[in-house]
């Protein structure tokens, strides 16, 4: 029997246009539950699609802040993921909860 081989799936790859970034950061804030650092890992999983050095120029960062705030183990202030957001091209909105 051959020999099945495997890769890691890396979501940063796949995330191409400003939609699908969009969508995926959409999806991301339903599912956290309140997990904010679930949250930071999926703006860097989207700052990885668009480059960290650039997003890093973009917010203000270095390029290994942004890396710390955006690793999942940590939880980055209000105004650093705002920063984030908007380097990203991203916005955030609001809606009343049913």
């Given at each position: 029997?051959?020999?099945?081989?495997?890769?890691?799936y890396d979501i940063a790859e796949h995330l191409r246009t400003p939609e699908e970034m969009a969508?995926?950061?959409?999806?991301?804030?339903e599912e956290a539950n309140g997990d904010a650092a679930f949250i930071a890992k999926a703006l860097g999983?989207?700052?990885?699609?668009k480059g960290m050095s650039q997003v890093a120029?973009?917010?203000?960062?270095?390029?290994e802040s942004l890396y710390k705030a955006l690793s999942g183990?940590?939880?980055?202030?209000?105004?650093?993921?705002?920063?984030i957001v908007s380097a990203?091209?991203?916005?955030?909105?609001?809606e009343a909860a049913h």
């Open positions: 029997m051959p020999k099945t081989t495997t890769s890691r969508a995926y950061l959409e999806a991301s804030l999983d989207i700052a990885r699609a120029r973009d917010a203000g960062l270095s390029r183990e940590r939880i980055p202030g209000f105004d650093t993921i705002l920063k990203l091209g991203l916005k955030l909105h609001a």
